[in-house]
T-cell receptor
Framework: GEDVEQSLFLSVREGDSSVINCTYT??????LYWYKQEPGAGLQLLTY?????DMKQDQRLTVLLNKKDKHLSLRIADTQTGDSAIYFC???????????FGTGTRLQVTL | SQTIHQWPATLVQPVGSPLSLECTVE??????LYWYRQAAGRGLQLLFY??????ISSEVPQNLSASRPQDRQFILSSKKLLLSDSGFYLC?????????????FGPGTRLTVL
């Protein structure tokens, strides 16, 4: 099946690290993505990871992939108020040849 | 560089009226094109995708339709809107020649049906 699950809400204090989690069920996923959506805007691609990788780091963003557990996480270091948004994970499965999106996690950054 | 445009940005329409949303992509050729709907600011529902001019695949049966009259133009239409058609409509493109299906999204159209 193709179900991508995320927790609905995460609140962190400015300056702390945020960890947004995602689980998926399709073991044939080849690429996994993180998108950010600010209020009233489209989705912005943040990063993606190939399924044969365990980790990818890009400035304040760190993506961890546990393929055995089908678990993906996005860590945001030194979280800022501008990071407040909804974060979507998505998986690309070659069998279906399409992206399947999670339900999104709303990140709230407090002062 | 590639850019994707959607218009209008917002739209308020009465029930039963027609709909036409437009999406255009610049800076690329032969893109895959997608229409999504996002209800209540949350998850994305894939409505249509297209791999070429005149080639449309529908993911969800409903009163919406899509057309691709030109390579980089994707249109979402309805003959008679329902209240349940309200939502945030997102267009996206991906590079057909890419090994991945990395999708790039437009700014969206907020549709309110009254």
């Amino acid at each position: 099946g193709e179900d991508v699950e995320q927790s609905l809400f995460l609140s962190v204090r400015e300056g702390d690290s945020s960890v947004i989690n995602c689980t998926y069920t399709d073991s044939s996923s080849t690429y996994l993505y993180w998108y950010k959506q600010e209020p009233g805007a489209g989705l912005q691609l943040l990063t993606y990871i190939f399924s044969n990788m365990d980790m990818k780091q890009d400035q304040r963003l760190t993506v961890l992939l546990n393929k055995k557990d089908k678990h993906l996480s996005l860590r945001i270091a030194d979280t800022q108020t501008g990071d407040s948004a909804i974060y979507f994970c998505a998986e690309f499965t070659g069998t279906a040849s399409k992206l399947t999106f999670g339900t999104g996690t709303r990140l709230q950054v407090t002062l | 560089s590639q850019t994707i445009h959607q218009w209008p940005a917002t739209l308020v329409q009465p029930v039963g009226s027609p709909l036409s949303l437009e999406c255009t992509v610049e800076g690329t050729s032969n893109p895959n094109l997608y229409w999504y709907r996002q209800a209540a600011g949350r998850g994305l529902q894939l409505l249509f995708y297209s791999v070429g001019i005149g080639q449309i695949s529908s993911e969800v049966p409903q009163n919406l339709s899509a057309s691709r009259p030109q390579d980089r133009q994707f249109i979402l239409s309805s003959k008679k809107l329902l209240l349940s058609d309200s939502g945030f409509y997102l267009c996206a493109w991906s590079d057909r020649d890419s090994f991945t299906d990395t999708q790039y999204f437009g700014p969206g159209t907020r549709l309110t049906v009254l």
